[in-house]
């Protein structure tokens, strides 16, 4: 009877030709996960990197935005300057308004344009850090003769218009300008700028509000980067499974050598046995 194959060692079955005609094709897979990996942190970064614009240098206010028009992303944050009066009996408070950390009221008033004629544009005046300052200086608004003057600060972003809690309709809690304007009693119908004007310089009884330069820093795409540690995985896994595979075929070799290997039984003798007399 033929003896069977000896079973070959772990390292033997691992630099086999059809072993490394895995390892070849796994390495493959391997490689094109990377680079899909590598192209979701591209994205991420691209997607993330923040555009640089000359938002400290003051531009006229029709430069970036126009009246009737939704706001884009180039104007938010950009400092501006227009002229216009202001409608002394259109100004409002506005509470729940943060300034640098310190929560307070924002006074906020209606101005109509010099350019383009008669557009409106809402206009905040300054912060204060109590409900009573705010209504001192709003009403001190109020009483202020109306003027042609030259208007500078930050031109931002609208709030949602945000319903009142209160059931006062003027009780403002968001300077949202399609709420305010419902709510300027001179409005002409003229066509409005739908962002908000943040004064540089507050008038007297009023602190400055706190409008800083858009935010420089680069965030990372979260969902990309998810996608970009799912392609890591996916190309460790190619490994895995070629050594699974290369192990369990060595692991089925060792098996079927050790049920073809014969069985060498102790030879049985029979006793002599004795016949009684």
């Known amino acids: ?138 009403a001190a608004a109020r009483a202020t003769p109306a003027a042609d003057r030259p208007l500078v600060g930050r031109y931002v972003d609208t709030d949602p218009a945000e319903p009142s809690a209160s059931g006062d309709p003027t009780a403002l809690s968001s300077v949202s300008t399609a709420r305010l304007v419902n709510l300027w009693t001179q409005d002409e119908g003229a066509p409005t700028f739908e962002g908000i004007l943040t004064l540089s310089a507050a008038p007297a009884g009023l602190e400055d509000i706190y409008s800083p330069r858009p935010g420089g820093e680069v965030e990372l795409n979260l969902l990309n980067i998810l996608y970009a540690v799912e392609w890591a995985i996916f190309a460790i896994a190619a490994f895995y499974v070629w050594y699974r595979l290369v192990r369990d075929r060595w692991e089925q070799e060792q098996v079927a050598v050790l049920i073809a290997e014969p069985v060498h039984d102790s030879p049985v003798h029979d006793s002599p046995v004795h016949d009684s007399v």
Do not use: C, K, Y
């Open 1 to 138: 009877m033929t003896p069977p194959a000896p079973a070959r060692s772990l390292r033997a079955a691992f630099i086999a030709p059809r072993s490394i005609g895995l390892l070849v094709l796994a390495l493959v897979l391997a490689g094109a996960f990377a680079a899909l990996g590598q192209w979701q942190i591209s994205r991420a970064i691209e997607q993330g990197t923040v555009i640089a614009r000359p938002t400290e240098r003051t531009v006229p206010l029709t430069a970036v935005a126009q009246p009737a028009s939704q706001q884009t992303d180039a104007s938010v944050g950009q400092r501006v300057s227009t002229r216009g009066r202001l409608v002394p009996s259109d100004t409002v408070i506005v509470g729940d308004r943060l300034n640098d950390g310190r929560r307070g009221w924002w006074v906020v008033g209606h101005a109509v344009l010099d350019d383009p004629a008669g557009s409106q544009l809402a206009v905040a005046l300054g912060f204060a850090p109590d409900q009573q300052t705010a209504e001192r200086a709003a």
